[in-house]
């Protein structure tokens, strides 16, 4: 029995198809047939064609010894490595030629040397198109678009803090800055942001509100004075040195000219200056100057003391530190303010002087 023949009979006993083996070994279902067959001229070299007969044979639980000495008998091995050899029956029994099994194995195979030449070709072609292809995707030197320049931001000016300063007459009225609200006069030296356009607000019950635009690009300090029909708002800073340079002018003035009949402070030719007596001008007269005592309210300081005076209709009528030992008459009906009670004293129709409290309280008091 030849090599096919016992594979096909083993194969149909254990109820199997080319199919089923074919799953198994993992051998095209051709080739099984063409070696059920003896059909060499389907089936790959011979050395491909012996291993699968091997795995065939083992498959079905054969000893493929025996069917590789029958294999080896029917086809010889050869310089080629080709199924050539004499015909030989399968197992239909059919004749079957090595010669034509050999001229369609050379169509079917071809020439080594020729693929070789078509895979390195491919290769060459691969290369050459992938290096196009990443030269056609690299943006050229001309087409970069250039950076732009990134502007550095400006830095912040620093924050400046300054004072303001609030009062007003009557005191007590409520202050607002941008509308924050900045509490009661006085208003001490309150910290603010410097800024050029600042809407300042005071108001008091009964009296007419101030509204003013102030330029606090500078620490100021400022008075309110609320009347029932209008507000004025003065810079006591600016005041105070308006002052003092009128002041400086009236000092400045030149002395007054000499009286009539005479000259650069002499008498006239002729005249006997002992015989010309010395009259005082009446308007030239000294006046008697007007002393705290009468006042109906006087007010002594032994120390420093800001303190401000007003009337019954709130008019201002002192404001300011004076020196110690400084004493000052009012008209009665008035009240003082003062922030150190303790140096400020006060005697009501020549009555005894006494403290209005304690150093550094601040007290307000009608007289």
Do not use: C, H
Not at 252 to 270: S, W
Request: zero cysteines.
């Amino acid at each position: 029995m030849s090599f096919g023949a016992a594979l096909k009979q083993a194969r149909e006993t254990q109820g199997l198809t080319t199919q089923d083996v074919a799953l198994r070994t993992k051998i095209r279902g051709d080739y099984l047939k063409a070696l059920e067959e003896g059909n060499t001229s389907l089936l790959p070299e011979r050395t491909f064609a012996r291993s699968y007969l091997q795995r065939y044979a083992r498959e079905l639980s054969l000893d493929p010894a025996p069917l590789l000495a029958e294999f080896d008998r029917s086809v010889p091995a050869d310089a080629s490595q080709t199924l050539r050899g004499p015909a030989f029956k399968g197992a239909t029994g059919a004749a079957t030629t090595t010669g034509a099994s050999a001229s369609s194995r050379g169509a079917r195979t071809g020439n080594p040397a020729m693929l070789t030449a078509a895979v390195t070709a491919l290769i060459v072609l691969g290369a050459g198109g992938y290096y196009a292809y990443s030269a056609f995707l690299k943006p050229s030197p001309a087409s970069a678009v250039p950076a732009v320049p990134v502007a550095a931001e400006p830095t912040p000016a620093p924050v400046v803090t300054v004072r303001l300063s609030v009062s007003s007459v009557p005191s007590g009225a409520q202050v607002y800055l941008d509308n924050r609200d900045l509490g009661v006069t006085p208003v001490k030296s309150f910290p603010v942001d410097a800024r050029t356009n600042a809407q300042l607000r005071v108001e008091f019950t009964g009296r007419a509100p101030l509204k003013q635009t102030v330029d606090l690009s500078r620490s100021r300090n400022l008075r309110a004075q609320l009347n029932p029909a209008s507000s004025t708002l003065t810079d006591l800073v600016a005041k105070r040195a308006a002052d003092q340079a009128a002041a400086a002018r009236a000092a400045a003035k030149p002395a007054a000219r000499p009286a009539a009949g005479t000259t650069n402070g002499t008498t006239p030719a002729g005249t006997n200056p002992t015989t010309q007596p010395s009259v005082t001008p009446p308007a030239a007269a000294a006046k008697p100057a007007a002393t705290p005592a009468a006042q109906a309210v006087n007010v002594t300081f032994t120390g420093a003391a800001w303190t401000r005076v007003t009337d019954g209709s709130g008019r201002v009528l002192f404001e300011g530190t004076p020196p110690a030992g400084s004493v000052k008459g009012f008209p009665k009906g008035v009240t003082i303010r003062t922030g150190n009670a303790g140096v400020v004293k006060v005697s009501v129709n020549g009555a005894a002087a006494a403290s209005l409290g304690q150093a550094g309280q601040v007290v307000t008091r009608q007289f």
